[in-house]
């Protein structure tokens, strides 16, 4: 099955969170869809501890750091001396499935968090890394949620002149 999401590239934070999304009123997500797990392209990993980082990473984001402190207690970097003399960082985690989650929530550390925005979209719960000049960039998808706003706009602007 081919990705189905609206919003896919974004750095592996929030390209997890993104596996939630609402098309035309209804809510869907990969990570509970059969095959789903697929067709996000890491058909190893495992779902549960994923839709547990996803969590962890939703609520970093509104302010509470303890579910993604669990998440990241499942893993360490660890550094060692390469056979070639060069330092080198390997990632170690308690269990195999809590490899990706890991990454994951990882990731979402070395991310700047004020680039990281929800879209401005009406009923959009997609988020994206803004890494627009100005960091002004206020929704997921310029032709999808930004036309429908401009468009809404638009009429709510001719209806007043009418």
């Not at 839709?51 to 962890?56: E, G, K, V």
């Not at 979402?108 to 890394?129: K, N, P, Q």
């Amino acid at each position: 099955m081919p990705d189905p999401r609206p919003l896919t590239g974004e750095p592996l934070a929030i390209d997890l969170l993104n596996t939630v999304w609402v098309d035309g009123g209804v809510r869907f997500d990969l990570l509970e869809t059969p095959g789903g797990v697929e067709a996000w392209g890491h058909p190893e990993a495992d779902a549960e501890a994923l839709r547990a980082a996803r969590d962890a990473i939703r609520a970093a984001l509104r302010g509470d750091a303890r579910p993604l402190n669990t998440v990241l207690a499942h893993g360490r970097i660890a550094l060692r001396l390469g056979e070639n003399g060069v330092a080198e960082r390997a990632v170690e985690v308690d269990e195999g499935r809590w490899r990706l989650p890991w990454l994951a929530a990882q990731n979402l550390l070395e991310l700047d968090r004020g680039r990281i925005r929800a879209c401005a979209g009406h009923d959009c719960v997609l988020h994206f890394y803004d890494t627009s000049r100005a960091g002004k960039r206020m929704w997921c998808s310029m032709a999808g949620c930004g036309n429908r706003a401009k468009a809404r706009r638009h009429y709510e602007r001719s209806r007043l002149r009418a």
